[in-house]
Protein backbone atom coordinates (compact mmCIF):
# COMPACT_ATOMS: atom_id res chain seq x y z
CA UNK A 1 0.00 0.00 0.00
CA UNK A 2 1.05 3.71 -0.29
CA UNK A 3 3.04 4.31 2.68
CA UNK A 4 3.82 8.05 2.05
CA UNK A 5 0.86 10.17 1.38
CA UNK A 6 0.70 13.74 -0.21
CA UNK A 7 -1.41 16.55 0.04
CA UNK A 8 -2.80 18.01 -2.55
CA UNK A 9 -3.07 16.03 -5.66
CA UNK A 10 -3.82 19.29 -7.96
CA UNK A 11 -2.68 22.81 -6.85
CA UNK A 12 -4.08 25.95 -8.66
CA UNK A 13 -2.77 29.04 -8.09
CA UNK A 14 -2.28 32.92 -9.34
CA UNK A 15 0.90 34.22 -10.01
CA UNK A 16 2.61 35.65 -7.17
CA UNK A 17 0.55 33.74 -4.24
CA UNK A 18 1.95 31.47 -1.86
CA UNK A 19 2.27 27.04 -2.80
CA UNK A 20 2.47 24.59 -0.44
CA UNK A 21 2.52 20.41 -0.57
CA UNK A 22 2.40 18.50 2.26
CA UNK A 23 3.70 14.64 2.44
CA UNK A 24 3.29 12.22 5.27
CA UNK A 25 4.25 8.80 6.06
CA UNK A 26 2.89 6.40 8.95
CA UNK A 27 6.20 5.47 9.99
CA UNK A 28 9.63 7.27 10.83
CA UNK A 29 11.56 8.09 8.05
CA UNK A 30 15.69 8.10 7.95
CA UNK A 31 15.33 10.86 5.46
CA UNK A 32 12.96 12.75 3.15
CA UNK A 33 13.83 13.97 -0.35
CA UNK A 34 11.55 16.34 -2.86
CA UNK A 35 11.54 16.05 -6.93
CA UNK A 36 9.98 18.36 -9.29
CA UNK A 37 8.82 17.32 -12.48
CA UNK A 38 8.23 20.22 -15.44
CA UNK A 39 5.45 19.05 -17.49
CA UNK A 40 6.81 15.90 -19.99
CA UNK A 41 9.72 15.61 -18.44
CA UNK A 42 11.17 13.71 -15.49
CA UNK A 43 11.45 13.96 -11.94
CA UNK A 44 14.79 15.99 -10.86
CA UNK A 45 16.09 16.25 -7.34
CA UNK A 46 15.91 19.20 -5.31
CA UNK A 47 16.69 18.47 -1.84
CA UNK A 48 17.66 15.98 0.68
CA UNK A 49 16.61 16.11 4.52
CA UNK A 50 17.65 14.36 6.97
CA UNK A 51 17.76 15.58 10.43
CA UNK A 52 14.54 15.74 12.80
CA UNK A 53 13.29 19.26 12.69
CA UNK A 54 15.38 20.53 9.44
CA UNK A 55 14.19 23.56 7.65
CA UNK A 56 16.62 24.23 4.46
CA UNK A 57 16.06 26.83 2.08
CA UNK A 58 16.09 27.39 -1.89
CA UNK A 59 15.34 30.93 -2.95
CA UNK A 60 11.67 30.72 -2.64
CA UNK A 61 11.75 26.98 -2.05
CA UNK A 62 11.14 26.42 1.30
CA UNK A 63 11.83 22.41 2.67
CA UNK A 64 10.79 21.31 6.47
CA UNK A 65 11.11 18.18 8.07
CA UNK A 66 9.14 17.42 11.19
CA UNK A 67 9.83 16.83 14.16
CA UNK A 68 9.17 12.96 14.45
CA UNK A 69 10.67 12.67 11.28
CA UNK A 70 6.84 11.70 9.39
CA UNK A 71 6.22 14.67 7.82
CA UNK A 72 7.54 17.19 5.27
CA UNK A 73 6.64 20.37 3.49
CA UNK A 74 7.53 22.44 0.55
CA UNK A 75 6.38 26.12 0.47
CA UNK A 76 7.11 28.13 -2.60
CA UNK A 77 6.77 31.95 -2.33
CA UNK A 78 5.07 34.12 -4.46
CA UNK A 79 4.83 31.35 -7.25
CA UNK A 80 6.33 31.96 -11.13
CA UNK A 81 5.10 30.33 -13.91
CA UNK A 82 8.45 28.59 -14.24
CA UNK A 83 7.39 26.72 -11.16
CA UNK A 84 4.46 24.84 -12.50
CA UNK A 85 5.22 21.15 -12.93
CA UNK A 86 4.63 18.39 -10.05
CA UNK A 87 6.27 17.86 -6.76
CA UNK A 88 7.21 14.60 -5.71
CA UNK A 89 8.24 13.80 -2.16
CA UNK A 90 9.73 10.49 -1.28
CA UNK A 91 10.64 8.81 1.99
CA UNK A 92 13.51 6.87 2.92
CA UNK A 93 13.53 4.13 4.99
CA UNK A 94 15.34 0.89 5.24
CA UNK A 95 17.65 1.59 2.09
CA UNK A 96 14.20 2.00 0.10
CA UNK A 97 12.75 5.29 -1.40
CA UNK A 98 8.84 5.61 -0.99
CA UNK A 99 7.69 8.44 -3.65
CA UNK A 100 4.23 10.71 -2.77
CA UNK A 101 1.55 10.62 -4.99
CA UNK A 102 2.96 14.14 -6.14
CA UNK A 103 1.21 18.00 -6.01
CA UNK A 104 0.28 19.50 -9.56
CA UNK A 105 1.00 22.68 -9.66
CA UNK A 106 -0.10 25.08 -12.39
CA UNK A 107 0.17 28.81 -12.03
CA UNK A 108 -1.80 31.07 -13.85
CA UNK A 109 0.06 34.38 -15.05
CA UNK B 1 26.26 15.11 -14.61
CA UNK B 2 24.69 11.79 -14.04
CA UNK B 3 23.43 10.53 -17.02
CA UNK B 4 20.53 8.00 -17.48
CA UNK B 5 19.28 6.96 -20.96
CA UNK B 6 16.63 4.93 -21.94
CA UNK B 7 16.07 3.58 -25.30
CA UNK B 8 12.94 5.00 -27.14
CA UNK B 9 11.13 8.24 -25.61
CA UNK B 10 7.97 6.63 -27.30
CA UNK B 11 6.84 3.41 -27.71
CA UNK B 12 3.59 1.32 -29.50
CA UNK B 13 3.09 -2.23 -29.02
CA UNK B 14 0.18 -4.83 -29.45
CA UNK B 15 -1.21 -6.55 -26.82
CA UNK B 16 0.33 -9.85 -26.40
CA UNK B 17 3.99 -8.43 -27.61
CA UNK B 18 7.00 -9.22 -26.00
CA UNK B 19 8.72 -5.38 -25.02
CA UNK B 20 11.98 -4.61 -24.02
CA UNK B 21 12.78 -1.24 -22.22
CA UNK B 22 16.56 -0.50 -21.85
CA UNK B 23 17.79 2.20 -19.34
CA UNK B 24 21.36 2.90 -19.32
CA UNK B 25 23.57 5.00 -16.92
CA UNK B 26 27.12 6.11 -17.04
CA UNK B 27 27.82 6.93 -13.20
CA UNK B 28 28.65 3.41 -11.80
CA UNK B 29 25.57 3.52 -9.49
CA UNK B 30 25.02 0.36 -7.73
CA UNK B 31 21.25 0.89 -7.74
CA UNK B 32 18.62 1.21 -10.44
CA UNK B 33 15.29 1.12 -10.64
CA UNK B 34 12.44 0.73 -12.44
CA UNK B 35 8.74 3.01 -12.20
CA UNK B 36 5.83 3.21 -13.86
CA UNK B 37 3.71 6.58 -13.46
CA UNK B 38 0.41 6.94 -13.81
CA UNK B 39 -1.93 9.85 -13.16
CA UNK B 40 -3.18 10.38 -9.57
CA UNK B 41 -0.86 7.49 -8.59
CA UNK B 42 2.65 9.08 -8.65
CA UNK B 43 5.61 6.51 -8.84
CA UNK B 44 5.28 2.94 -8.20
CA UNK B 45 8.07 0.88 -7.89
CA UNK B 46 8.45 -2.26 -10.34
CA UNK B 47 11.55 -3.46 -10.09
CA UNK B 48 15.07 -2.63 -8.37
CA UNK B 49 18.27 -4.04 -8.35
CA UNK B 50 21.44 -3.59 -6.05
CA UNK B 51 23.35 -5.34 -8.46
CA UNK B 52 24.81 -7.17 -11.19
CA UNK B 53 22.29 -10.34 -11.44
CA UNK B 54 20.75 -9.22 -8.56
CA UNK B 55 16.45 -7.89 -8.92
CA UNK B 56 13.98 -7.11 -5.77
CA UNK B 57 10.60 -6.32 -6.79
CA UNK B 58 9.32 -3.85 -6.40
CA UNK B 59 5.36 -2.67 -5.17
CA UNK B 60 3.89 -3.70 -8.58
CA UNK B 61 6.21 -6.81 -9.89
CA UNK B 62 3.31 -8.50 -11.79
CA UNK B 63 3.75 -8.80 -15.51
CA UNK B 64 7.02 -7.79 -15.67
CA UNK B 65 10.76 -8.97 -15.49
CA UNK B 66 14.13 -7.28 -14.85
CA UNK B 67 17.82 -8.31 -16.53
CA UNK B 68 20.86 -6.46 -15.24
CA UNK B 69 23.62 -8.34 -17.08
CA UNK B 70 25.87 -5.45 -16.92
CA UNK B 71 26.30 -2.76 -14.02
CA UNK B 72 25.43 0.35 -16.27
CA UNK B 73 22.39 -1.35 -17.45
CA UNK B 74 19.15 -2.64 -15.83
CA UNK B 75 16.51 -4.13 -18.60
CA UNK B 76 12.53 -4.14 -17.95
CA UNK B 77 10.81 -6.71 -19.69
CA UNK B 78 7.32 -7.37 -20.51
CA UNK B 79 6.78 -11.08 -21.46
CA UNK B 80 2.88 -10.79 -22.86
CA UNK B 81 2.16 -6.82 -22.95
CA UNK B 82 -1.56 -5.88 -21.77
CA UNK B 83 -3.77 -2.42 -22.34
CA UNK B 84 -3.41 -2.00 -18.38
CA UNK B 85 0.11 -1.66 -19.25
CA UNK B 86 0.16 1.42 -21.30
CA UNK B 87 1.91 4.29 -19.01
CA UNK B 88 5.30 5.72 -18.54
CA UNK B 89 7.82 4.17 -17.48
CA UNK B 90 10.96 5.90 -15.62
CA UNK B 91 14.44 4.11 -15.35
CA UNK B 92 16.34 5.89 -12.22
CA UNK B 93 20.08 4.94 -10.40
CA UNK B 94 21.62 6.08 -7.66
CA UNK B 95 24.48 6.16 -5.06
CA UNK B 96 24.42 6.46 -1.28
CA UNK B 97 24.26 9.89 -0.12
CA UNK B 98 24.35 8.68 4.13
CA UNK B 99 21.09 8.56 5.12
CA UNK B 100 19.45 8.06 1.76
CA UNK B 101 19.86 7.61 -2.06
CA UNK B 102 19.26 10.25 -4.52
CA UNK B 103 17.56 9.00 -7.23
CA UNK B 104 19.04 10.02 -11.15
CA UNK B 105 15.79 9.57 -13.49
CA UNK B 106 15.97 8.83 -17.03
CA UNK B 107 13.60 10.87 -19.23
CA UNK B 108 11.28 8.08 -19.57
CA UNK B 109 9.57 6.01 -22.12
CA UNK B 110 6.07 6.34 -22.78
CA UNK B 111 4.34 3.18 -23.60
CA UNK B 112 0.85 2.09 -25.69
CA UNK B 113 -0.20 -0.98 -25.80
CA UNK B 114 -2.85 -1.66 -28.04
Not at chain 1, 20 to 45: A, E, M
Not at chain 1, 52 to 77: M, P, Y
Not at chain 2, 23 to 48: A, K, S, T
Request: charge should be positive; charged fraction near 20%.
Amino acid sequence: GQQVMQIPQYQHVQEGEDFTTYCNSSTTLSNIQWYKQRPGGHPVFLIQLVKSGEVKKQKRLTFQFGEAKKNSSLHITATQTTDVGTYFCAGGRANNLFFGTGTRLTVIP
Amino acid sequence: DVKVTQSSRYLVKRTGEKVFLECVQDMDHENMFWYRQDPGLGLRLIYFSYDVKMKEKGDIPEGYSVSREKKERFSLILESASTNQTSMYLCASSFPTGGGETQYFGPGTRLLVL
